[in-house]
């Protein structure tokens, strides 16, 4: 993040108009100001905090390879599209409700890729099945913990039928659920589905926060062998 007198009025304007938002916006303002992860993708040009989340994934399990077809659903605002771009994805697609802004490397798409419409533009954006399909969506919070996993686990659980759709044997599928895990009918899918299914919660996730990740690998299309 940059430094100087502009950097600093910056900072010192954004505390003064704290101090007119309710107490959430506050603690949410100050977390940002103090959270090491959003200075760093501010330096390293990572349109959000959460492509560290993806970076720490992929280091781990070993997700991106050079030459893969990369599908990002709910890409907004594309910090994982970056991601995988600058980590050697072939063909990366993205798409969001939103508006995004271009990314280099990447095709940007809107639209719900639930629609059938949608779905077939990104198939043929890929050019091909794909390699990886994630899904770090998520709905908005209610406060209410029952209420949000299910929401979330509904969007996931959608995000997993299409990418049984598109991937490619062998394939790979990333999706964000809240603590207490994926549905027994959405794990029982996958592992029939996948070789591998693991629960992990990167380093770059808040600790207050109940988000985790479901990795699914080694995608097999005709099920269980």
Same mark, same amino acid.
């Given at each position: 993040m940059g430094g100087g007198p502009a950097a600093t009025r910056g900072l010192q304007e954004t505390l003064r108009t704290a101090k007119?938002?309710?107490?959430s916006s506050q603690r949410w303002l100050a977390r940002q100001i103090n959270d090491p992860y959003v200075a760093a993708a501010?330096?390293?040009?990572w349109r959000s905090r959460a492509a560290f989340k993806l970076i720490e994934l992929d280091d781990r399990f070993h997700l991106i390879h050079r030459g893969a077809r990369v599908l990002d659903l709910g890409a907004a605002p594309g910090g994982w599209t970056q991601v995988a771009v600058r980590r050697g994805a072939g063909a990366v697609v993205a798409v969001d409700l939103l508006e995004m802004d271009p990314i280099?490397?990447?095709?940007v798409l809107r639209g719900d890729f639930?629609?059938?419409a949608t779905q077939d533009a990104l198939i043929q954006a890929l050019g091909g099945r794909a390699d990886l399909v994630l899904s770090d969506m998520a709905p908005n919070t209610t406060g209410h913990p029952a209420t949000d996993h299910i929401r979330i686990m509904a969007l996931a659980e959608q995000a997993l039928d299409f990418a049984c759709e598109v991937?490619?044997?062998? @394939?790979?599928f990333?999706?964000?659920v809240f603590?207490? @895990?994926s549905e027994r009918e959405m794990l029982a899918v996958m592992k029939l589905r996948f070789a591998s299914v693991r629960h992990a919660k990167p380093p770059a996730?808040?600790?207050?926060?109940?988000?985790?990740?479901?990795v699914a690998m080694g995608f097999r299309p005709n099920g269980r062998r």
């Open positions: 007119k938002r309710s107490t501010r330096q390293q040009g280099p490397g990447a095709q639930t629609d059938p991937l490619a044997e062998g @394939g790979h990333v999706a964000k603590q207490g @895990g996730s808040r600790k207050e926060s109940s988000e985790l990740y479901v």
